[in-house]
């Protein structure tokens, strides 16, 4: 019978590995800028993963230094060709991937288009979960929920940024401790350009997510580096359209009032200039009687 001779990976996932070195944040940077590269490397090769997460991501000691290693390409998909005659996955009615992991679109349970971007929503999962301890959205809790629920919130739900997410954990000083620091330096050291890489890789709009691992992986050069970032904050109009998605039925609501209240407010102005016009008129007849 064919068989795959692999290599066995010695290691433990990197989040464990992290917390059990307490790692500060911008050494965990550095090992996660590895794992980003090993990712680019897979799509480069035309493989997308589809259920990257840190029991996926090994780290073994190579040389004394720590060295990141993609395993379980189980689900994996080829970009360019079917990777075998048959499909083997697991699945949760349907669902290919890891509830907390997945992106968005995996969450429509189409099978349909799921490119790389899928992966650097993955790997935005886990920048997030290695610089606060906790994940975007709590698994228990996610699990906890019917299925259509669940996947709802993936798709529309937008986390709190990791700085925001850090300020409201219960184990908030542990988080801190086992970055080497407290926790409200770890909120300071989290707040601004470190949450606005960790919340443009997991956008739910994949259009507006970062194009490749790469790309993530040289926005996280340019933190490290002190140079100007390719993410940002989202600009107002972009927030204005967030909102009007979310609150469809107020805003229309809203909307409809005030194009009332115009509309109330052009009759009045042009009822106001017609009775201008005819006192005027009057005037000019009473002044020329007399």
Same mark, same amino acid.
Request: aromatic share 6%; hydrophobic share 40%; with cysteine.
């Given at each position: 019978l064919?068989f795959?001779? !692999?290599?066995?990976?010695?290691g =433990?996932?990197?989040t464990t590995?992290?917390?059990?070195?307490?790692?500060?944040?911008?050494?965990?940077l550095q090992?996660f #800028?590895?794992?980003?590269d090993?990712?680019?490397?897979a799509?480069?090769?035309g493989?997308?993963?589809?259920? $990257?997460k840190?029991?996926?991501?090994?780290?073994?000691?190579?040389?004394?230094?720590?060295l990141?290693?993609?395993?379980?390409?189980?689900?994996?998909?080829?970009t360019?060709?079917?990777?075998?005659?048959? +499909?083997l996955? +697991?699945?949760i009615?349907? /669902?290919?991937? +890891?509830p907390?992991y997945i992106?968005?679109?995996?969450?429509q349970m189409s099978g349909?288009?799921i490119? +790389?971007?899928a992966?650097?929503?993955?790997?935005?999962? !886990?920048?997030?979960?290695l610089?606060?301890?906790?994940?975007p959205?709590d698994?228990?809790?996610l699990?906890a929920?019917p299925?259509d629920e !669940?996947? #709802?919130?993936i798709?529309e739900?937008?986390?709190?940024r990791?700085?925001t997410?850090?300020?409201m954990?219960?184990e908030s000083?542990e988080?801190?401790?086992? #970055?080497q620091?407290d926790?409200?330096?770890?909120v300071? /050291?989290?707040?601004?350009? /470190?949450d606005w890489?960790?919340?443009?890789?997991?956008?739910?709009?994949r259009?507006?997510r970062?194009?490749?691992a790469?790309?993530l992986?040289a926005?996280?050069?340019?933190?490290?580096?002190?140079q100007p $970032?390719?993410?940002g904050?989202?600009s107002?109009a972009?927030r204005?359209?967030k909102?009007?998605?979310?609150?469809r039925f107020?805003?229309?609501a809203?909307? /409809?009032?005030?194009?009332?209240?115009a509309?109330?407010?052009?009759?009045?102005?042009?009822?106001?200039n017609?009775i201008a016009? =005819? #006192?005027?008129?009057a005037?000019?007849?009473?002044?020329f $009687?007399?």
């Open positions: 064919p795959f001779a !692999m290599e066995y990976v010695v =433990e996932p990197i590995y992290c917390d059990r070195v307490t790692l500060p944040n911008e050494a965990r090992l #800028r590895q794992v980003c090993g990712v680019q490397h799509h480069q090769k493989i997308i993963h589809r259920d $990257l840190p029991s996926n991501v090994l780290v073994s000691i190579e040389n004394d230094r720590p990141p290693k993609i395993i379980d390409f189980g689900v994996a998909k080829a360019a060709q079917r990777l075998t005659d048959k +499909t996955f +697991t699945e009615g349907g /669902l290919i991937g +890891t907390g992106s968005p679109e995996q969450a349909l288009d490119d +790389t971007r992966d650097v929503y993955a790997l935005g999962v !886990m920048l997030y979960e610089l606060t301890g906790v994940l959205f698994p228990k809790a699990r929920q299925i !669940m996947l #709802r919130q798709r739900v937008d986390p709190p990791p700085s997410r850090v300020s954990a219960g000083i988080a801190a401790q086992r #970055r620091t926790p409200a330096r770890l300071s /050291l989290l707040k601004g350009e /470190l890489i960790a919340m443009k890789a997991i956008e739910k709009d259009t507006r970062y194009a490749s790469s790309e992986q926005d996280i050069e340019r933190y490290l580096t002190d $970032l390719l993410a904050p989202p107002a972009y204005a359209r909102f009007i998605k979310r609150h107020g805003v229309s809203a909307t /409809l009032g005030v194009a009332a209240l509309v109330f407010g052009v009759t009045m102005a042009i009822q106001a017609r016009a =005819e #006192r005027d008129r005037e000019a007849v009473s002044d $009687l007399k």
